[in-house]
C-alpha cells in the first residue's frame, strides 16, 4: 500500500475517527510540522466528512470555542505544548475549548509531559495518545524525515556529545517509519563512518522499545522476517548529487522554479496577457505519476502522443494531427475539458522550460559529467586524461560558478583527490572566489578525499552492475540501486554493510520466518493489507527501507520504484533527512562550520 495512504489512515482512522462520535463535530489544532504531515496525505475534504469542522495553527491566536471539544495534534516541542497549556492557562472566563484530546506526533519526553500536569490543563485533557508518525510522507514510496539540519549536526566535526540528542530525534523518526509500516527489521548501516554505527545502534534500541512497549507482534506478519532496514550517510555515493540528471522530476527540481513541490509558471489569457500560476506537482496528478521518471527526451513524445489521443478521441480534430502550440485555442474551443487539457498544457509546458534550459545551460556539461562519473566515454573507453575534459569548461564564462564546482568535485572524486596547489590553481582558472573553498574541501567531513597524501591509500571505485542505457548522457546509475538489487538478491557485502545484530542476519538471509510465525499477526498489518485504498500495491513479502543521513537526490527515488516493479516479492521504502537536489547538496557542504578535516575524524 501506498505509503502516503498508510498515514492518512492512520490520522483519519486512529485520531479523528477514535475521537469525534458520529454526529458531532470538533476543532483539529496542528502545529507547523503536524500540519506539513496531514497536507502531504490527507484532502480537507476527507478531513471535515469525519467530523472536522474547523483546522487551526496553535502558533495562532484563536477565537474561544468552548462548545467544542479540541484534537490537539501536535510535534512533542517546547513551543507546541507551551501554546497547549496556554490554551487553559489564561484569564479568560471561558476555556479555548470544552475539552482537549492530545495526540502526539512521537514519544513527548518527560519534561515537556509534566507541563500537562498543571490542574488547569490536566482537568481539560480527555485523552492522550502517541501516535508515532514523525516524518513525512513524500510520495507512494518516499518519505522525508523533514531535518535540513541534520547535514550540518551530521557531518561536522562537533564532539559526539554534541550529536546526541540529533542523533536520538533522527533514531526516532526512522523507528516510527517502520512502525507505521509495521515493521521490526534487521538493522544495516555503512561501516566507513563510524557515526553511521552510533544512529543504527539507537534506531534499534527505539525499535526495541516500540516492540516491547507498545506493539509485541510489530513485524509479525508472512515473509518479514527477511525485511532490513538499512542506514547510510551520504557519503556512500557523493557523485549522483552533483549529477544533472535528465529524468523529468529530477530535472525540474534541478533545473526550474520549484518551491515545496509548486511550480510556478506563466501563461497566455485570453487578452494576450500574461497570466501567473502556480501547480503542485504530487501524486493526485496521474500524469505527473506517469511521466515523472522517463528521460525528459521521452515525455515530450509522450506528452505530445497522450494529447492527440485525447484530442481526437472527442473528434474535434477530425483525425488530424495536435500542434503542441495550438494547446491553448484548443482549450478554449474544447471548454468542457479544460481540466484534461490544462493538465497536457501543464507538462507540455514543464518538458519544453527544461529543454530550453538545457540547451541553453548546460548541455556541453552533460557528456562530461558521465565521462566523470563512469571513468569512461561513451564508447567505454577510459578517460585517461580527465583535466582536458574540465579545464575548457572552467574557464568558460557563461558557465554559472555552481555547475563549475560541480564540475570540479566529480573530477577530484575520479582522482581520488588533488594536491593543494592544482585545487588553487584549479579554482582560480574557474573564477571561484578563495572563500568558496569551504564548499569543496567540506566533502572531506563525507570520507571523500579532496587533498591526495604521499603515500596515501587509492580508494578502490565499486564494482558496478553492467547495464544497458539508450541514452548516452544518461549512463550513470545510482550506486543505490544497485546496492538495493543486491539486498534483494542476498548479495550486499555484509562487511561493508554490516548487520547490527548476528540472529537477525541469519534472518534475513536464511529467509527463516519462524520468528514471524510464532506469535500473532500484528492488526495494523491486517487493516493495512485489507485496505481497499492501493490495495493493488500491497506485497506481502519482505521491505527493504533505505534511509540516507545528508539527504537522498531524486535519481535514487526513481531507482527505488524500479528496483520495487522489477521485483514481485519485495517492496521498497525510500527516504532521508530531506529530499535533495544538487543546489541543497552544495548549500550544505557549504554550510558545514569549518573547512573538511580527514575522514580518519569522522
Same mark, same amino acid.
Given at each position: 500500500?501506498?505509503?502516503?495512504?498508510?498515514?492518512?489512515?492512520?490520522?483519519?482512522?486512529?485520531?479523528?475517527?477514535?475521537?469525534?462520535?458520529?454526529?458531532?463535530?470538533?476543532?483539529?489544532?496542528?502545529?507547523?510540522?503536524?500540519?506539513?504531515?496531514?497536507?502531504?496525505?490527507?484532502? $480537507?475534504?476527507?478531513?471535515?466528512?469525519?467530523?472536522?469542522?474547523?483546522?487551526?495553527?496553535?502558533?495562532?491566536?484563536?477565537?474561544?470555542?468552548?462548545?467544542?471539544?479540541?484534537?490537539?495534534?501536535?510535534?512533542?516541542?517546547?513551543?507546541?505544548?507551551?501554546?497547549?497549556?496556554?490554551?487553559?492557562?489564561?484569564?479568560?472566563?471561558?476555556?479555548?475549548?470544552?475539552?482537549?484530546?492530545?495526540?502526539?506526533?512521537?514519544?513527548?519526553?518527560?519534561?515537556?509531559?509534566?507541563?500537562?500536569?498543571?490542574?488547569?490543563?490536566?482537568?481539560?485533557?480527555?485523552?492522550?495518545?502517541?501516535?508515532?508518525?514523525?516524518?513525512?510522507?513524500?510520495?507512494?514510496?518516499?518519505?522525508?524525515?523533514?531535518?535540513?539540519?541534520?547535514?550540518?549536526?551530521?557531518?561536522?566535526?562537533?564532539?559526539?556529545?554534541?550529536?546526541?540528542?540529533?542523533?536520538?530525534?533522527?533514531?526516532?523518526?526512522?523507528?516510527?517509519?517502520?512502525?507505521?509500516?509495521?515493521?521490526?527489521?534487521?538493522?544495516?548501516?555503512?561501516?566507513?563512518?563510524?557515526?553511521?554505527?552510533?544512529?543504527?545502534?539507537?534506531?534499534?534500541?527505539?525499535?526495541?522499545?516500540?516492540?516491547?512497549?507498545?506493539?509485541?507482534?510489530?513485524?509479525?506478519?508472512?515473509?518479514?522476517?527477511?525485511?532490513?532496514?538499512?542506514?547510510?550517510?551520504?557519503?556512500?555515493?557523493?557523485?549522483?548529487?552533483?549529477?544533472?540528471?535528465?529524468?523529468?522530476?529530477?530535472?525540474?527540481?534541478?533545473?526550474?522554479?520549484?518551491?515545496?513541490?509548486?511550480?510556478?509558471?506563466?501563461?497566455?489569457?485570453?487578452?494576450?496577457?500574461?497570466?501567473?500560476?502556480?501547480?503542485?506537482?504530487?501524486?493526485?496528478?496521474?500524469?505527473?505519476?506517469?511521466?515523472?521518471?522517463?528521460?525528459?527526451?521521452?515525455?515530450?513524445?509522450?506528452?505530445?502522443?497522450?494529447?492527440?489521443?485525447?484530442?481526437?478521441?472527442?473528434?474535434?480534430?477530425?483525425?488530424?494531427?495536435?500542434? $503542441?502550440?495550438?494547446?491553448?485555442?484548443?482549450?478554449?474551443?474544447?471548454?468542457?475539458?479544460?481540466?484534461?487539457?490544462?493538465?497536457?498544457?501543464?507538462?507540455?509546458?514543464?518538458?519544453?522550460?527544461?529543454?530550453?534550459?538545457?540547451?541553453?545551460?548546460?548541455?556541453?556539461?552533460?557528456?562530461?559529467?558521465?565521462?566523470?562519473?563512469?571513468?569512461?566515454?561513451?564508447?567505454?573507453?577510459?578517460?585517461?586524461?580527465? $583535466?582536458?575534459?574540465?579545464?575548457?569548461?572552467?574557464?568558460?564564462?557563461?558557465?554559472?560558478?555552481?555547475?563549475?564546482?560541480?564540475?570540479?568535485?566529480?573530477?577530484?572524486?575520479?582522482?581520488?583527490?588533488?594536491?593543494?596547489?592544482?585545487?588553487?590553481?584549479?579554482?582560480?582558472?574557474?573564477?571561484?572566489?578563495?572563500?568558496?573553498?569551504?564548499?569543496?574541501?567540506?566533502?572531506?567531513?563525507?570520507?571523500?578525499?579532496?587533498?591526495?597524501?604521499?603515500?596515501?591509500?587509492?580508494?578502490?571505485?565499486?564494482?558496478?552492475?553492467?547495464?544497458?542505457?539508450?541514452?548516452?548522457?544518461?549512463?550513470?546509475?545510482?550506486?543505490?540501486?544497485?546496492?538495493?538489487?543486491?539486498?534483494?538478491?542476498?548479495?550486499?557485502?555484509?562487511?561493508?554493510?554490516?548487520?547490527?545484530?548476528?540472529?537477525?542476519?541469519?534472518?534475513?538471509?536464511?529467509?527463516?520466518?519462524?520468528?514471524?510465525?510464532?506469535?500473532?499477526?500484528?492488526?495494523?498489518?491486517?487493516?493495512?493489507?485489507?485496505?481497499?485504498?492501493?490495495?493493488?500495491?500491497?506485497?506481502?513479502?519482505?521491505?527493504?527501507?533505505?534511509?540516507?543521513?545528508?539527504?537522498?537526490?531524486?535519481?535514487?527515488?526513481?531507482?527505488?520504484?524500479?528496483?520495487?516493479?522489477?521485483?514481485?516479492?519485495?517492496?521498497?521504502?525510500?527516504?532521508?533527512?530531506?529530499?535533495?537536489?544538487?543546489?541543497?547538496?552544495?548549500?550544505?557542504?557549504?554550510?558545514?562550520?569549518?573547512?573538511?578535516?580527514?575522514?580518519?575524524?569522522?
Amino acid at each position: 500500500m501506498s505509503l502516503k495512504n498508510i498515514v492518512a489512515q492512520r490520522i483519519q482512522h486512529d485520531v479523528i475517527e477514535a475521537t469525534v462520535k458520529k454526529g458531532q463535530w470538533a476543532v483539529l489544532v496542528v502545529d507547523q510540522q503536524s500540519m506539513r504531515v496531514i497536507s502531504a496525505c490527507c484532502k $480537507m475534504n476527507e478531513i471535515m466528512a469525519r467530523g472536522i469542522t474547523l483546522v487551526e495553527s496553535i502558533e495562532k491566536a484563536r477565537q474561544p470555542l468552548p462548545h467544542l471539544d479540541a484534537i490537539y495534534f501536535i510535534t512533542p516541542t517546547e513551543a507546541s505544548v507551551t501554546a497547549l497549556t496556554r490554551d487553559f492557562v489564561n484569564d479568560r472566563s471561558e476555556p479555548q475549548y470544552r475539552a482537549a484530546h492530545v495526540f502526539f506526533t512521537e514519544t513527548c519526553p518527560e519534561s515537556l509531559f509534566q507541563k500537562l500536569t498543571v490542574p488547569q490543563v490536566a482537568r481539560m485533557i480527555r485523552s492522550m495518545k502517541e501516535v508515532n508518525i514523525a516524518f513525512m510522507p513524500a510520495e507512494s514510496r518516499v518519505f522525508s524525515l523533514d531535518s535540513k539540519d541534520a547535514f550540518q549536526r551530521f557531518f561536522s566535526s562537533a564532539p559526539a556529545r554534541g550529536r546526541d540528542g540529533n542523533f536520538d530525534r533522527l533514531a526516532e523518526q526512522i523507528a516510527t517509519v517502520c512502525f507505521t509500516l509495521n515493521e521490526y527489521p534487521a538493522v544495516r548501516y555503512r561501516a566507513d563512518l563510524k557515526r553511521t554505527q552510533e544512529l543504527a545502534d539507537k534506531v534499534q534500541n527505539a525499535l526495541d522499545q516500540y516492540k516491547r512497549d507498545v506493539d509485541t507482534n510489530l513485524g509479525q506478519a508472512p515473509g518479514k522476517s527477511k525485511s532490513q532496514l538499512l542506514i547510510l550517510d551520504r557519503g556512500f555515493d557523493p557523485v549522483s548529487p552533483l549529477l544533472h540528471e535528465l529524468t523529468f522530476q529530477a530535472m525540474t527540481y534541478d533545473l526550474l522554479d520549484v518551491d515545496n513541490d509548486v511550480f510556478k509558471y506563466t501563461v497566455q489569457g485570453g487578452g494576450g496577457q500574461a497570466q501567473e500560476r502556480e501547480c503542485l506537482l504530487d501524486e493526485n496528478d496521474d500524469l505527473w505519476v506517469e511521466l515523472r521518471h522517463l528521460h525528459i527526451a521521452e515525455v515530450s513524445q509522450k506528452v505530445s502522443a497522450m494529447l492527440r489521443t485525447f484530442v481526437e478521441s472527442k473528434k474535434e480534430t477530425k483525425g488530424k494531427g495536435v500542434n $503542441m502550440r495550438e494547446l491553448s485555442k484548443l482549450i478554449k474551443k474544447m471548454p468542457q475539458y479544460q481540466k484534461e487539457l490544462s493538465r497536457y498544457s501543464l507538462h507540455s509546458q514543464l518538458a519544453e522550460e527544461n529543454m530550453a534550459t538545457f540547451k541553453k545551460t548546460i548541455e556541453r556539461l552533460v557528456g562530461i559529467e558521465q565521462d566523470l562519473a563512469m571513468g569512461t566515454d561513451t564508447q567505454g573507453e577510459k578517460v585517461k586524461d580527465p $583535466m582536458r575534459l574540465i579545464v575548457p569548461v572552467l574557464l568558460d564564462e557563461k558557465i554559472s560558478k555552481q555547475d563549475k564546482i560541480r564540475i570540479l568535485l566529480l573530477f577530484i572524486i575520479i582522482k581520488n583527490g588533488i594536491s593543494d596547489e592544482n585545487l588553487e590553481k584549479l579554482m582560480r582558472h574557474a573564477g571561484i572566489p578563495s572563500q568558496e573553498a569551504g564548499t569543496i574541501l567540506n566533502m572531506q567531513h563525507m570520507g571523500v578525499k579532496i587533498i591526495e597524501e604521499d603515500g596515501g591509500k587509492k580508494k578502490k571505485r565499486p564494482k558496478r552492475r553492467e547495464r544497458k542505457n539508450d541514452f548516452t548522457l544518461s549512463r550513470w546509475t545510482p550506486l543505490l540501486k544497485d546496492m538495493m538489487e543486491d539486498v534483494t538478491e542476498g548479495q550486499l557485502d555484509t562487511d561493508s554493510y554490516p548487520f547490527l545484530r548476528r540472529d537477525a542476519q541469519h534472518a534475513a538471509l536464511s529467509g527463516d520466518d519462524s520468528s514471524a510465525s510464532s506469535g500473532p499477526i500484528s492488526a495494523r498489518w491486517k487493516f493495512n493489507a485489507d485496505s481497499s485504498a492501493a490495495a493493488t500495491e500491497t506485497k506481502s513479502g519482505p521491505r527493504l527501507i533505505v534511509v540516507i543521513v545528508g539527504g537522498t537526490c531524486y535519481s535514487e527515488l526513481r531507482a527505488a520504484y524500479e528496483v520495487s516493479k522489477a521485483n514481485s516479492n519485495w517492496d521498497v521504502m525510500i527516504g532521508g533527512t530531506q529530499l535533495l537536489t544538487p543546489t541543497d547538496f552544495l548549500d550544505n557542504l557549504s554550510g558545514l562550520s569549518e573547512p573538511g578535516t580527514t575522514s580518519q575524524a569522522v
